[in-house]
């Protein structure tokens, strides 16, 4: 298994692991993630499938930025998660995969998660000026008062989300 | 992105705007082109005009109501997105729906993948101009929908699975109209191959066009035909079998130099091989016999009508599940599907209760039209309509 190897390659890199479902997960430190990155590489690792970010509201560290990689060669597959505080950068993959461009776009378009050393970081989906980054769980499923104020004076918001509580 | 006016000459370089509104985009894709003359000096595409927020949606909705969402993700073969949600929802419950009905989902995703490459083959040709294929393809596509209606009741928004199961059986009718199917659809893939691969202008339209190494195609991320048609046999039915597909018998195509020719040939080689396995399919429900199709276990999945009626304690369980949703275990799973385009992954993370806490979807042609700038730059525009038809870009699915 590649987690034992990254385990013993790069001692202290993996604050957590577990295999749900028979998913093989890391969850690897900020500062070692790139080392990580470069040692699954080398070990087949070599096709970025995705990367996505959830937002776990939660004081130590706010969002969790999620990598899935696949192996080609023996279809393994692995994912990386990296915890990322409120307003910290994550670095870039793009100079390694060129995949990670517009994925880590979306990333920061949709959750504001800055990605350091990323060619062109502007918004993707949504359009430049758009407020607010709307997969964080702070952000209302209407898009809040400032898309519905203007014609029925306040947000359904609060309704919405009692209505599915 | 700052407004571009329609088309202005900016020093050597001419600005034009491919879309959103165009039509080989398709569906609403916006791409900047700057040209000197002919050729592309850079394509920068503009996407998210489809945006719909399907994933803010999705933690709001229950599991089950999530999946009319997964209908309009790729509209042209939707039954094989409710297939990939419901198998990325039932590995995060650890269940397996009954025989008959891996049979019927195995039937209709390649039923869908034989309408997509259709779609996807015809739309190519019409684009360049050879109008004829895409019509006696769409004839097919006619039928395939038809099947469609027969099982779902809806002929584009099918969402024909359920957790645990499918909807309903298919009916009597069907086995007749999927046996003419098979019949008819090889005669139709002859007369679009005797319109289409030999053809000069066709070849000269798509050879050398989009041509991509294994290498790159796998730095993009690429998945499905595309990546086939680079050369890397990569198929998740063969690879990382799920639904029982190592039990069937079919083969990969791989073409060599990725190009848009070589993308149509792997494309029509996959219909004849999804025909194959709809033939298998056919005659392994016969086996079969009838038999439930949903599992019976009623914390997941709805009971039959006529037990709400008459039991109390299946009464319970239709309102437990209609409104309090299915208990879910708490943890995170990435399931993926080869659907037509590519790998069609989704992420669930549950922190148990009735939504998802939250759902991504890995579309597969958003990592492919990640790479149009590379595949179109120093190329004339009229390839750049070629490219796009070969990548198969389904704006529902791209922009979720």
């Known amino acids: 298994?590649?987690?034992?190897?990254?385990?013993?390659?790069?001692?202290?890199?993996?604050?957590?692991?577990?295999?749900?479902?028979?998913?093989?997960?890391?969850?690897?430190?900020?500062?070692?993630?790139?080392?990580?990155?470069?040692?699954?590489?080398?070990?087949?690792?070599?096709?970025?499938?995705?990367?996505?970010?959830?937002?776990?509201?939660?004081?130590?560290?706010?969002?969790?930025?999620?990598?899935?990689?696949?192996?080609?060669?023996?279809?393994?597959?692995?994912?990386?998660?990296?915890?990322?505080?409120?307003?910290?950068?994550?670095?870039?993959?793009?100079?390694?995969?060129?995949?990670?461009?517009?994925?880590?776009?979306?990333?920061?378009?949709l959750f504001g998660i800055p990605f350091e050393g990323h060619p062109n970081l502007t918004r993707l989906l949504m359009w430049e000026d758009f407020p607010g980054h709307p997969l964080r769980k702070d952000f209302p499923l209407d898009g809040g008062d400032l898309f519905c104020s203007q014609d029925i004076g306040a947000s359904f918001a609060p309704e919405a989300r009692s209505l599915n509580a | 992105m700052e407004p571009t006016p329609h088309s202005r000459t900016d020093g050597d370089r001419m600005i034009v705007n491919m879309g959103p509104s165009h039509p080989v985009t398709h569906g609403t894709l916006h791409i900047v082109l700057e040209l000197e003359g002919e050729i592309i000096v850079k394509a920068t595409p503009n996407i998210g005009y489809l945006h719909r927020g399907v994933e803010k949606l999705g933690e709001n909705l229950t599991y089950q109501q999530f999946i009319p969402l997964t209908d309009r993700l790729n509209y042209c073969s939707s039954l094989m997105n409710n297939v990939g949600y419901t198998v990325a929802v039932e590995k995060l419950l650890d269940i397996q729906d009954p025989p008959r009905s891996?049979?019927?989902?195995?039937?209709?995703?390649?039923?869908?993948?034989?309408?997509?490459?259709?779609?996807?083959?015809?739309?190519?040709?019409?684009?360049?101009?050879?109008?004829?294929?895409?019509?006696?393809?769409?004839?097919?596509?006619?039928?395939?929908?038809?099947?469609?209606?027969?099982m779902a009741g809806q002929r584009l928004h099918s969402s024909f699975t359920r957790i645990g199961g499918l909807f309903r059986d298919i009916p009597a009718e069907f086995e007749p109209l999927c046996e003419q199917f098979l019949e008819s659809c090889p005669r139709t893939v002859d007369e679009m191959e005797a319109l289409l691969t030999h053809n000069p202008i066709w070849a000269d339209r798509t050879k050398g066009v989009g041509a991509i190494t294994p290498e790159n195609a796998v730095s993009w991320g690429y998945t499905?035909?595309?990546?086939?048609?680079?050369?890397?046999?990569?198929d998740l039915r063969k690879g990382q079998p799920y639904l029982g597909y190592e039990t069937y018998d079919f083969d990969i195509p791989v073409g060599t130099t990725g190009d848009v020719y070589d993308r149509y040939l792997v494309r029509t080689e996959e219909i004849r091989q999804s025909l194959r396995i709809v033939r298998q399919c056919l005659d392994r429900l016969r086996e079969l016999g009838p038999g439930p199709v949903i599992i019976e276990d009623y914390k997941i999945a709805l009971p039959p009508k006529e037990k709400v009626y008459t039991r109390m304690e299946s009464l319970i369980h239709h309102f437990k599940l209609i409104m309090h949703g299915i208990d879910m275990p708490v943890g995170e799973v990435y399931s993926a599907t080869e659907a037509a385009n590519g790998e069609l992954g989704f992420y669930l993370v549950s922190h148990g209760g009735k939504s998802p806490y939250r759902i991504h979807v890995r579309p597969p042609c958003f990592p492919i039209f990640n790479s149009f700038?590379?595949?179109?730059?120093?190329?004339?525009?009229?390839?750049?309509?070629?490219?796009?038809?070969?990548?198969?870009?389904?704006?529902g699915e791209l922009d979720r």
């Open chain 2, 373 to 395: 700038d590379e595949q179109v730059r120093g190329r004339i525009i009229a390839d750049a309509v070629s490219v796009l038809g070969g990548m198969n870009i389904i704006a």
């Open chain 2, 102 to 150: 891996r049979v019927l989902r195995v039937l209709c995703s390649e039923l869908a993948r034989i309408g997509d490459h259709l779609v996807c083959i015809g739309i190519n040709a019409v684009d360049i101009g050879a109008f004829t294929a895409f019509l006696y393809l769409f004839r097919e596509r006619e039928t395939i929908y038809d099947l469609f209606e027969m």
């Open chain 2, 224 to 234: 499905g035909p595309c990546l086939r048609a680079a050369g890397v046999p990569q």
């Open chain 1, 1 to 109: 298994m590649v987690i034992e190897r990254i385990e013993a390659q790069l001692p202290g890199a993996v604050l957590e692991r577990h295999a749900f479902r028979g998913d093989a997960t890391v969850t690897v430190a900020g500062a070692r993630f790139l080392e990580v990155v470069d040692f699954v590489f080398g070990e087949g690792f070599q096709m970025l499938v995705d990367v996505t970010a959830v937002d776990l509201a939660i004081p130590e560290y706010r969002f969790e930025v999620v990598y899935h990689l696949l192996n080609l060669a023996s279809q393994a597959r692995l994912r990386i998660k990296v915890p990322v505080p409120e307003g910290a950068a994550q670095p870039s993959l793009a100079s390694r995969f060129k995949s990670a461009d517009w994925a880590e776009r979306e990333v920061f378009d």
